[in-house]
Each structure stands twice: as structure tokens, then as C-alpha cells.
């Protein structure tokens, strides 16, 4: 059965090696990005997701503040040699989008529907994980590869300062995108009966 939306998803791989041989413009991709987020579903139309997309010496600062941070985490020189290197590798990418979720928006759901406060935290990681997925297959589309990082929390308190965050945005994942330099190694998948139950 041929289906599209299949077909892209089944695209949509973890690509390390990225590069800036990128043809769509910085506006482009901006429009291509807030389209994707808009455009995701949230629970109770909550729209809590949030992005701060960085280009240029915005994206290679982000990445040299997370190095920086992972030093102090450093045990050896061999260790620090191949953070630095895996660093490095995001940072050669075109840019970088900053996942984030207002907490002020599921605070005021809490408030809003009592019955329900336990679950908006819940359904606000799920809101970002589909913000997230969708953005990282438009680029996909686009002919651009990505992978998604989780760097947080550790560099939290710099990217708020270093941009301006609203200190009720929480920092959840960095999606890193650019030109395909090498792709994906091939990917396996465990049985369909351990995965899946189908009653009809």
C-alpha cells in the first residue's frame, strides 16, 4: 500500500553527519519550522510548545556553551577529546532548533480543569514530542537530515540568559539540522508480534 505521510516518516532517520551545503534560506526554513509547530496538535488546543531557532553564531554559541558545560563532566582527556569531538559534529550542522514548553500554559489548564491537573504535565511532553517529530520530518522532506539531542538540563540556565527565555519556557529537547554528509546506517526492528496485538 503507497502512502505519503508513510513513506516520509520512514525517511526521517538520526543523521550525525551534517553539514551547511544547505540550498533554503534561513527564512525558508523559519517558515518551515513554525509551520510544522502550528500546525501540531496539542491537548486542549494548548499550543504550549515553544521554539527558539538558531542560525549562524547563534547555533555554533549554543553548541560551544553545551562543550563548555560538559568539560566539568569530563573524566579523562580521552573522554573530553571525544565529547568535544561529537560537539563539534552538531555544531558544523546549518542550525539549530530549541524545543521549549510554557509552563504557564499547563499551570493555568491545572487551574482551569482540577479533575485534570495530574495529567497537562504529561500531555505537554507528549504536545512537544509531536512538535518535535513533525519538525524533524519537514526538514526531512526538505532534504535536509537532523538528529534530536537532550542536552537539558545542564545548559539551561545559560540558554535562558544567553537568549532571553522566559523563565517559565522549560528547555525539553535541540533538534540540529544542515545538509546530509553521510547517511544513515541501516536501521533494524525487532518482530511485529511483540510489539503489536491486532483483535478482528
Do not use: C
Not at 47 to 57: C, E, K, M, T
Not at 78 to 100: E, H, M, P, Q
Amino acid at each position: 500500500m503507497s502512502n505519503q505521510f508513510l513513506d516520509l516518516i520512514q525517511n526521517r532517520r538520526t543523521i550525525y553527519a551534517i553539514g551547511r551545503d544547505v540550498k533554503q534560506t534561513p527564512e525558508q526554513l523559519t517558515d518551515l519550522i513554525q509551520t510544522a509547530i502550528k500546525q501540531s496538535p496539542s491537548s486542549f488546543n494548548s499550543q504550549s510548545s515553544r521554539a527558539v531557532i538558531l542560525f549562524d553564531a547563534h547555533h555554533e554559541k549554543f553548541w560551544e556553551m553545551v562543550k563548555e558545560k560538559l568539560q566539568e563532566y569530563a573524566k579523562d582527556e580521552a573522554g573530553a577529546a571525544k565529547t568535544n569531538a561529537r560537539i563539534d559534529s552538531f555544531k558544523a550542522g546549518f542550525a539549530t532548533v530549541l524545543f521549549f514548553e510554557d509552563l504557564d500554559v499547563v499551570k493555568s489548564l491545572q487551574a482551569q480543569f482540577p479533575s485534570y491537573a495530574d495529567n497537562f504535565p504529561i500531555w505537554a511532553e507528549h504536545s512537544t514530542a509531536i512538535a518535535q517529530f513533525a519538525t524533524w520530518t519537514a526538514l526531512t522532506a526538505d532534504g535536509l537530515g537532523a538528529s534530536l539531542q537532550h542536552y537539558n538540563p545542564i545548559v539551561d540556565e545559560q540558554v535562558h540568559a544567553a537568549w532571553d527565555i522566559p523563565s517559565t519556557w522549560k528547555l525539553r529537547a535541540q533538534l540540529v539540522f544542515g545538509s546530509v554528509e553521510a547517511p544513515a546506517g541501516e536501521k533494524t526492528y525487532m518482530d511485529d508480534t511483540v510489539r503489536f496485538k491486532v483483535f478482528q
